[in-house]
């Protein structure tokens, strides 16, 4: 067996005390295992995230699965600059906007590539002090 020849998973729990943080939380961990330092994002291009979801996990699974998107699709690495989570009568409606720029390694530090959020033990649940997600990616 070839121990610590690939790392196919990453995974992390976020905790905070409203919907709000918790997504701010998962979003930002998410991109600092792809940029070690999002500090280093300017806010060159800009991206408008509208979401719902009838179930809250899966709205903060479509979430995640955005900035992966705009990674593979456009280069970008993105930070979030505003971000609402409200309740509708479809159950969960987020509004975001994402800002940051192209990855660039001259001026990146970059960390691991990360493909896919995964519904493995993936969950959002509501805890006495606020809200609590685990999240698995696969990297």
Do not use: C
Request: net charge negative; aromatic share 8%.
């Amino acid at each position: 067996m070839l121990e610590g020849l690939t790392r196919a998973d990453a995974a992390f729990r976020a905790e905070e005390a409203d919907l709000a943080g918790l997504f701010r939380t998962a979003w930002r961990a998410t991109l600092e295992l792809m940029l070690p330092d999002p500090a280093s994002l300017q806010a060159r291009e800009r991206r408008r995230i509208a979401l719902t979801n009838p179930a809250v996990d899966l709205l903060l699974f479509d979430f995640l699965s955005e900035l992966v998107y705009y990674k593979d699709a456009e280069g970008l690495l993105l930070g979030l600059a505003s971000l609402a989570v409200e309740t509708s009568p479809a159950g969960y409606r987020l509004e975001a906007e994402a800002a940051g720029e192209a990855a660039d390694p001259a001026r990146h530090e970059l960390g691991v590539d990360v493909k896919a959020v995964t519904l493995h033990r993936f969950a959002v649940e509501r805890t006495p002090e606020g809200w609590q997600a685990t999240v698995v990616l696969d990297v």
